[in-house]
């Protein structure tokens, strides 16, 4: 603060990422840019590297099936497949699975399911249905965490409520702490970079 102005110690230059997340909590995520798909990967990119793990993205390319995403899923954990995912599926409410493996070729590992969610009604989305997805690959609820990540910061009086809904929370202060632990892909931070630029122009 300097003569009763407040100051950013950091420009969003610096942090683009962030800022994708503030923009997104103050103007919602209903427009049709690439905007909530990057929110996925930066949310994915956090919750990597939060359990120092791997993470796998849906729609990453986006010409792979549900069913064909499980399929490498499984192998990469080493986990036997289950029943097919329904043909109506996109992702089934799941956007990444973050997996830390004991790199001894078994399975019963650890894995996170991520559902994103970078609009301001986030509240409003239904929980991951984990039966299915014990279902899908045959892996044990035990060694399995439902996650969801927001645009918004979650209140105190509101998080023993949105944790007992979705399992762990990221909300943009937990990104914020765990992106920039390691540095943000390039490829990542140039889209990004390019997409807050067009916001700022447009405003």
């Given at each position: 603060v300097r003569n009763n102005i407040?100051?950013?110690?950091?420009?969003?230059?610096?942090?683009?990422?962030?800022?994708?997340?503030?923009?997104?909590?103050?103007?919602?995520?209903s427009d049709a840019s690439s905007g909530p798909k990057l929110f996925e990967l930066i949310s994915a990119h956090?919750?990597?590297?939060?359990?120092?793990?791997e993470?796998?993205?849906?729609?990453?390319?986006?010409?792979?099936?549900?069913?064909?995403?499980?399929?490498?899923?499984?192998?990469?954990?080493?986990?036997k497949r289950g029943i097919p995912a329904?043909?109506?599926y996109k992702d089934d409410g799941v956007d990444a699975i973050a997996y830390k493996l004991f790199a001894d070729e078994r399975s019963g590992n650890l894995y996170i399911l991520l559902q994103c969610a970078?609009?301001?009604?986030?509240?409003?989305?239904?929980?991951?249905?984990?039966?299915?997805w014990t279902n899908y690959i045959q892996?044990?609820?035990n060694n399995i965490l439902c996650s969801i990540s927001t645009a918004d910061y979650v209140s105190e009086r509101d998080w023993a409520k949105r944790v007992s809904d979705y399992g762990i929370i990221l909300d943009r202060m937990r990104i914020y702490n765990f992106l920039y632990k390691e540095s943000v892909d390039t490829s990542l931070r140039?889209?990004?970079f390019s997409w807050c630029t067009q916001q700022l122009n447009s405003l």
């Open positions: 407040v100051y950013p110690l950091k420009s969003w230059q610096d942090i683009p990422e962030y800022f994708l997340c503030v923009f997104y909590s103050l103007f919602g995520a956090a919750l990597r590297n939060f359990i120092d793990g993470i796998y993205t849906f729609g990453f390319p986006g010409s792979k099936n549900l069913n064909e995403c499980l399929d490498e899923i499984a192998d990469n954990c080493m986990e329904h043909s109506d970078a609009g301001i009604h986030w509240t409003k989305k239904k929980p991951i249905n984990l039966g299915r892996w044990f609820s140039a889209h990004v």
